[in-house]
């Protein structure tokens, strides 16, 4: 089935660069998102990026994909306090009549001021 | 913006009791999807209905169900709560039926103690 791997957590100072990175094992994804969680809340897309994409730039956050290692990244640039969540990689597999996305674990990210 | 609401932020249940978590979404969306989420292991799929009346299981579907009887209200059911069922589960919805690719929209989540 489809796995999808993200390290837990992750901590950087205030005005660094914080690079989260995912891994999947669905060679036959077609969309793969970022979501985030702030605490006490529910999830909300962040960005995505369409499979035949290197790469999606979008103010502070880039998105990189290696499609050929399964391997996603987003970094966002000049990391503030308000950055402090839970982020989530997901892909929307291909398998026939499944419309759910498969979530990573997620990596709890901490701005140290 | 969508809006999807989950009825409950916390809820507190004694084992064995029956429990339903409700969820409403105001944008004519045809899919709906309940997750739980627990420390480590991130979001695990637990039912999905992409119409009215239709349901599908999803990774870990034993000890619940669903109901859709309107399109815009997805219901979780434990039938007898027990205690590895404390947990945050959340609810989305997407729209585009006919797209595999459409990014789902969550509620706040329920945070479900069971005693």
């Known amino acids: 089935g489809e796995d999808v791997e993200q390290s837990l957590f992750l901590s950087v100072r205030e005005g660094d660069s914080s690079v989260i990175n995912c891994t999947y094992t669905?060679?036959?994804?077609?969309?793969l998102y970022w979501y985030k969680q702030e605490p006490g809340a529910g999830l909300q897309l962040l960005t995505y990026i369409f499979s035949n994409m290197d790469m999606k730039q979008d103010q502070r956050l880039t998105v990189l994909l290696n499609k050929k290692d399964k391997h996603l990244s987003l970094r966002i640039a000049d990391t503030q306090t308000g950055d402090s969540a839970i982020y989530f990689c997901a892909e929307s597999p291909m398998d026939t009549g499944r419309r759910a996305l498969t979530f990573g674990s997620g990596t709890r990210l901490q701005v140290q001021p | 913006d969508v809006k999807v609401t989950q009825s409950s932020r916390y809820l507190v249940k004694r084992t064995g009791e029956k429990v339903f978590l409700e969820c409403v979404q105001d944008m004519d969306h045809e899919n709906m999807f309940w997750y739980r989420q627990d420390p480590g292991l991130g979001l695990r799929l637990i039912y999905f209905?992409?119409?009215?009346?239709?349901?599908e299981k999803g990774d870990i579907p034993e000890g619940y169900s669903v109901s859709r009887e309107k399109k815009e209200r997805f219901s979780l059911i434990l039938e007898s709560a027990s205690t590895n069922q404390t947990s945050m589960y959340l609810c989305?919805?997407?729209?585009?039926?006919?797209?595999?690719?459409?990014?789902?929209?969550f509620g706040n989540g329920t945070r479900l103690t069971v005693t």
């Open positions: 989305a919805s997407s729209g585009t039926a006919s797209s595999y690719n459409s990014p789902l929209h």
């Open positions: 669905d060679s036959s994804s077609t969309y």
């Open positions: 209905s992409y119409d009215v009346k239709m349901k």
